[in-house]
């Protein structure tokens, strides 16, 4: 499908105001990802992939698993793909922090809180396309990451697709996230390494 300059700049706006999307990150698309080595193009590759045979990853509730380090595109290629299925199929597509998930759990918990615990679960839960950023960053006690768990769990239940990135490595991963999680999420998972330098710091040509 060809996209206009009206329709590209309609999702930018859509990614910041409904998708949980940043504003340095509203305009990231495969398009503007540069491969500056091989690895970068594979990983590129297979984000491509994903937008191209949603249907099936949709059926089968396939996840995408984005681990490395800081800097290389992993934020950047994660809104891509949310823009790339928007564009293609208006598919309801979200994205979050381990953090964001952890807050958005305890204000619920306050008195007088406008929404339950059941409805924030419900809220992640119903999105067609889960992001869940930054996994791993935050030192949240023991009980408050297993609610980002609960959000991978039940979605693996209702076999609906999540990206989780991280700086983390899998066995990292599995410590924090709970091996019942993490077992869950490998089942049916592409692993994306994204090994190589950062581009906020290197010169790219
Ligand atoms: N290959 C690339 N081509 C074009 N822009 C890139 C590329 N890699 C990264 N960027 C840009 O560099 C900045 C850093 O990338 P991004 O935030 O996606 O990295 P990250 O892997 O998510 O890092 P962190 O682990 O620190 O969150 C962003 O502005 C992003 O758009
Ligand atoms: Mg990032």
């Keep these: 499908m ?5 329709q590209t700049s309609e999702i930018t706006t859509l990614l910041m105001e409904e998708c949980g999307v940043g504003r340095r990150f509203a305009s990231a ?3 503007n990802f540069n491969p500056t ?13 994903f937008v191209n045979e949603w249907g099936l990853i949709y059926k089968n509730g396939s996840n995408l698993l984005m681990i490395g380090r800081p800097g290389t595109g992993k934020t950047h290629l994660a809104v ?5 299925l928007m564009e293609n199929y208006e598919t309801d597509v979200y994205m979050t922090t381990a953090q964001r998930v952890i807050r958005a759990m305890r204000d619920s918990w306050r008195q007088n809180s406008e929404r339950t ?8 839960c119903e999105k067609e396309l889960l992001v869940i950023d930054e996994i791993g960053m935050q030192h949240g006690t023991d009980s408050e990451r297993l609610l980002v768990s609960e959000i991978i769990n039940t979605r693996y239940e209702r076999m609906l697709p999540c990206i989780l990135i991280s700086n983390f490595t899998r066995d990292e991963l599995d410590g924090f996230l709970g091996y019942r999680a993490m077992d869950r999420v490998m089942e049916s998972v592409s692993v994306l390494p994204f ?5 906020r710091t290197s010169t790219h040509g």
């Design 29 to 31: 698309s495969l398009d």
């Design 195 to 199: 090994a190589w330098g950062s581009y």
């Design 2 to 6: 060809t996209t206009t300059q009206e």
């Design 80 to 84: 891509a793909i949310m823009r790339g």
């Design 37 to 49: 080595n091989d690895a970068a193009q594979e990983v590129l590759n297979a984000c491509t992939q």
């Design 117 to 124: 615990e059941y409805d924030v679960i419900g809220f992640y």
